[in-house]
């Protein structure tokens, strides 16, 4: 089955840059959607069609597509980023969606 | 505004049944789709699959065919998920979440917005 590979943790100082990839061999055909979920919370999406942002969603969060790999981007990180990111899209019959398997992000 | 509203937690024990509302308010119900989604505890989100609230034609993704079953009451504007012959492995948070989906230059898109808030099933003797 098909399959959307994210690292499981990532971390960053305050202020600093956060990237957080997803990789799939059909991201070229189908868009990514990427999600941000906080404990005990439903999760929100945060970018979605690859690079664009829902209204309220803060400027440092930015998408990027390049190839079979996607790129969440997190600019000047603030502690109440620190969450689980996962990204979504849809496999090769682009029937089915699927997630990735999510990433840690701790603000240090 | 739109939102879904999830049905209260539930303790069953194996091999017994649960059904799962989530109820619609702020839009057309049958305009967008509507997703499952299970999240096993500590672990990620993973799509059940979906239905279509137009013509209640159900997508299960591997893995939840036989016992998992959507289902439509449109006239309340609800979607509900069964799962028959519960299982301790069944133990998560269900949630549902509407499919925004269209076409546009570069093909088919569909996201998930907004999500319920979910529905936690424990199944345990």
């Known amino acids: 089955s098909y399959e959307l590979t994210q690292p499981p943790s990532v971390s960053v100082s305050p202020g600093q840059t956060a990237r957080i990839t997803c990789s799939g061999d059909a991201l070229p055909d189908h868009y990514v959607y990427w999600y941000q979920q906080k404990p005990g919370q439903a999760p929100v999406v945060i970018i979605y069609k690859d690079i664009e942002r829902p209204s309220g969603i803060p400027e440092r969060f930015s998408g990027s597509s390049s190839g079979t790999i996607v790129t969440l981007t997190i600019s000047g990180v603030q502690a109440e980023d620190e969450a689980v990111y996962y990204c979504l899209s849809t496999d090769n019959s682009g029937t089915y969606r699927v997630f990735g398997g999510g990433t840690k992000l701790t603000v240090l | 505004q739109v939102q879904l509203v999830q049905s209260g937690s539930e303790l069953k024990k194996p091999g017994a049944s649960v059904k799962i509302s989530c109820s619609a308010a702020g839009y057309t119900f049958t305009t967008y789709g509507m997703n499952w989604v299970r999240q096993a505890p500590g672990q990620g989100l993973e799509w059940m699959g979906w239905i279509n609230t137009n013509t209640g034609d159900p997508t299960y993704a591997q893995g939840f065919t036989g016992r998992f079953v959507f289902s439509l009451d449109t006239s309340v504007s609800t979607a509900y998920l069964q799962i028959s012959g519960l299982k301790a492995e069944d133990t998560a948070i269900y949630y549902c979440?509407?499919?925004?989906?269209?076409?546009?230059?570069?093909?088919?898109?569909?996201?998930?917005?907004?999500w319920g808030q979910g529905t936690l099933v424990t199944v345990s003797s």
């Open positions: 979440a509407r499919d925004l989906y269209g076409y546009d230059s570069s093909g088919h898109y569909s996201w998930f917005d907004p």
